[in-house]
């Protein structure tokens, strides 16, 4: 499985944190996840990569 694939519970995991987002959060994520600009810029922050890394990890 390639490393970008989630797995099973990780996905799950997204699922909840998605159906626990108010539609205007939704919208406001959608629209960043669609800037590709936005996303690297909110993905090089810091405390994304901490996050990245214990999703990847599994930890």
């Known amino acids: 499985m390639p490393a970008n694939q ?7 995991l997204l699922n909840n944190l998605l159906k626990s987002l108010s ?3 939704t919208d406001k994520l959608n629209k960043i996840l669609n800037d590709k600009e936005a996303t690297n810029k909110i993905l090089s ?3 994304a990569q901490q996050l990245l ?3 990847t990890s599994g930890k």
């Open 6 to 12: 989630p797995n099973a519970d990780q996905q799950q």
């Open 23 to 25: 539609p205007a959060d």
């Open 45 to 47: 922050t810091p405390q």
């Open 53 to 55: 890394q214990k999703f």
